[in-house]
């Protein structure tokens, strides 16, 4: 079993589309996750940290289940430009690394 | 606007020869990491520094694989025989933490 585990995709939304991603991750000593942004052929960009609490970002909201050790992002009104892949990222516990999803892909329609 | 740089941005070699990749951390950051990608198995960890000392090579194949850190400005990742597995997205980041990573644009490289 992969330690973050994320459904490749892609998901095809038209603009304006509500869209939610999943994550599952296997380290339940993982203490701090993230959603990270890759557009293609370029680098990985932080998008945002995940919190215990759940925590919103403009039309971005991400939320953890400890218990369920799952993650997701939510993106409301997707834009044209949010179209790229999407890489779940959680550390990896003892030793603070950090362990990257395979990603998510997203493409976004007019 | 502070950014990780890596030379080259491309690289195609032949099998058996030797592939130096070089980064530039972002100044200040005393963590570094170099990655993998491919399609497969995608980003993968293969070493990272603090403070230019290695703590963690263990994703990388120790055989052909080395990476060192000649100063705070330089980090280098060295493949020496090449094989067209190596064939893959090599990016460097950096930090002041593990967690809070900044990544270079990524060197490509094509081993025939």
């Known amino acids: 079993r992969k330690e973050v585990e994320q459904d490749p995709g892609p998901f095809n939304v038209p603009e304006g589309a509500t869209v939610a991603f999943n994550c599952t991750y296997s380290?339940?000593?993982?203490?701090?996750f993230f959603w990270y942004r890759q557009d293609c052929r370029k680098e990985p960009k932080l998008l945002m940290s995940?919190?215990?609490s759940g925590n919103e970002d403009g039309r971005f909201t991400a939320q953890l289940n400890r218990a369920s050790q799952y993650i997701s992002l939510l993106i409301r009104d997707s834009k044209l430009s949010d179209s790229a892949t999407y890489l779940c990222?959680?550390?990896?516990?003892?030793?603070?690394?950090?362990?990257f999803g395979q990603g998510t892909t997203l493409q976004v329609k007019p | 606007d502070a950014r990780v740089t890596q030379t080259p941005r491309h690289k195609v070699t032949e099998m058996g020869q030797e592939v130096t990749m070089r980064c530039q951390p972002i100044?200040?950051?005393?963590?570094v990491f170099w990655y993998r990608q491919t399609m497969m198995q995608g980003l993968e960890l293969l070493a990272y520094?603090?403070?230019?000392?290695?703590?963690?090579d263990s994703g990388m194949p120790k055989d052909r694989f080395s990476a060192e850190m000649p100063d705070a400005t330089l980090a280098t990742l060295k493949i020496q025989p090449s094989e067209p597995r190596d064939s893959a997205v090599y990016f460097c980041?950096?930090?002041?933490?593990?967690?809070?990573?900044?990544f270079g644009p990524g060197t490509r490289l094509l081993v025939l």
């Open positions: 980041a950096s930090g002041l933490t593990q967690e809070t990573q900044y």
């Open positions: 380290n339940s000593a993982s203490q701090s």
């Open positions: 995940v919190y215990s």
């Open positions: 990222v959680v550390n990896e516990g003892n030793t603070g690394k950090l362990i």
């Open positions: 100044l200040g950051h005393n963590t």
């Open positions: 520094f603090r403070n230019r000392a290695p703590l963690d």
